[in-house]
């Protein structure tokens, strides 16, 4: 077994210097099915704020599966039994919400991870193990897991080198809105000292090897991340297209009807 996201990523193959992704809000697996349509390269499944729950899970993994686009599953927390249960329902790439120290990284690649490496539980039938098909699953289902682990403080930040060079861990994930509220900067993840201490983490991160990627709201905000080095970059979520183009056309409508009726039709 090999991990299509960190092969992607070592090749660079993708269409553009980067990766580009989004994010899956809705829980929906027909709209997750219809983004990996779209021509995304990745996007992340997102069960940290979404009502998804395990079997949810399993039917947008299904639907993505059909699309050339590759699914990163966010868990909830650093929660070992959680991981345990995404796993065997056959995500291969995880991200880590707020990992904080190398301790927690170590955890996180733990539970990620079959023995000797971790305390993953085994279980002889399951969607990670094809029910049992793969060969020899339990000796390398390892090399198959992808873990990201995501940046999301100051302090987090200050300990980047240490969390990084933790054994296991393939990459890391800056979160700009919880970094930029940290730093006092709420609502503002463009803010000249966020963006700054962005670009200082890639750098750090690349130094050792690791590939860095973030997400933006905006194609504006993807230009700024990709000047400062990061691999792969989500832009905006599902949700918030969805919204966004429904705030346009409805602006556009109704200006329309107002320039109607003023003009006395």
């Given at each position: 077994?090999?991990?299509?996201?960190?092969?992607?990523?070592a090749r660079k193959?993708?269409?553009c210097?980067?990766a580009?992704?989004?994010w899956?809000?809705s829980?929906?697996?027909?709209?997750?099915?219809?983004m990996?349509?779209s021509?995304?390269?990745?996007?992340?499944?997102d069960?940290?704020?979404t009502p998804?729950?395990?079997?949810?899970?399993?039917?947008?993994?299904?639907?993505?599966?059909?699309t050339?686009?590759?699914?990163?599953?966010?868990?909830?927390w650093?929660d070992?039994?959680m991981?345990k249960r995404?796993?065997?329902?056959?995500a291969q790439?995880?991200?880590f919400p707020?990992?904080?120290?190398?301790?927690?990284?170590?955890?996180?690649?733990?539970?990620?991870k079959?023995?000797?490496q971790?305390?993953r539980?085994?279980a002889?039938?399951?969607r990670g193990?094809r029910?049992g098909?793969?060969?020899?699953?339990?000796?390398v289902?390892?090399?198959?897991?992808?873990?990201i682990?995501?940046i999301?403080?100051?302090e987090?930040?200050?300990?980047?080198e240490?969390?990084?060079?933790?054994?296991?861990v393939?990459?890391l994930?800056?979160g700009?809105?919880?970094?930029?509220g940290?730093?006092?900067?709420v609502g503002?993840?463009l803010h000249?000292d966020v963006?700054?201490?962005?670009a200082d983490g890639v750098?750090?991160?690349h130094?050792?090897?690791k590939?860095?990627g973030?997400v933006g709201?905006?194609a504006?905000?993807?230009?700024?991340?990709?000047?400062?080095?990061f691999?792969y970059i989500?832009v905006?979520?599902d949700l918030?297209?969805l919204m966004?183009?429904c705030?346009?056309i409805?602006?556009v409508i109704r200006?329309q009807?107002?320039?109607?009726h003023?003009?006395?039709?």
């Amino acid at each position: 077994m090999q991990n299509p996201f960190k092969t992607m990523l070592a090749r660079k193959d993708y269409a553009c210097g980067y990766a580009v992704g989004s994010w899956v809000m809705s829980a929906s697996p027909i709209v997750a099915e219809a983004m990996g349509c779209s021509g995304f390269d990745w996007s992340v499944v997102d069960m940290e704020h979404t009502p998804l729950d395990q079997m949810d899970l399993i039917h947008l993994l299904q639907a993505i599966a059909g699309t050339p686009m590759l699914p990163i599953t966010r868990v909830p927390w650093n929660d070992t039994v959680m991981v345990k249960r995404v796993l065997d329902g056959g995500a291969q790439t995880l991200m880590f919400p707020f990992i904080q120290n190398a301790d927690e990284a170590r955890k996180a690649v733990a539970a990620a991870k079959y023995a000797p490496q971790g305390v993953r539980g085994m279980a002889a039938m399951s969607r990670g193990s094809r029910f049992g098909t793969v060969k020899d699953y339990f000796k390398v289902a390892n090399d198959a897991v992808s873990v990201i682990l995501q940046i999301e403080s100051p302090e987090a930040m200050a300990r980047v080198e240490e969390i990084a060079s933790v054994p296991g861990v393939d990459s890391l994930f800056f979160g700009p809105g919880d970094l930029s509220g940290a730093m006092g900067h709420v609502g503002n993840l463009l803010h000249e000292d966020v963006v700054k201490l962005m670009a200082d983490g890639v750098k750090r991160c690349h130094a050792l090897g690791k590939p860095v990627g973030t997400v933006g709201g905006t194609a504006e905000a993807v230009a700024i991340y990709r000047a400062s080095g990061f691999d792969y970059i989500g832009v905006a979520s599902d949700l918030g297209l969805l919204m966004r183009n429904c705030a346009a056309i409805l602006s556009v409508i109704r200006s329309q009807d107002i320039k109607i009726h003023s003009q006395g039709y």
